[in-house]
């Protein structure tokens, strides 16, 4: 499906990562305007971990 090359792309670290991921959902919205996509904010993050913050639940 291409998600290993969005994956790679998407940003060296976590919070990269997840940024890119809320910026790919919010263009998707205007494609699938009744899908409602998750969105992740990093709350915390050290050497061991990040915390998450997530809203919204997937509804399709």
Known sequence: YGFDKLIR???RTLRGF???I???HDSNRFTFSQMRY???HVTEE???GVQLFTSNVLFF
Do not use: C, K
């Open 38 to 40: 998750p969105s992740f």
């Open 18 to 20: 997840l940024f890119v």
């Open 9 to 11: 792309i998407a940003g």
């Open 22 to 24: 809320n910026q790919v």
């Open 46 to 48: 050290d050497d061991e």
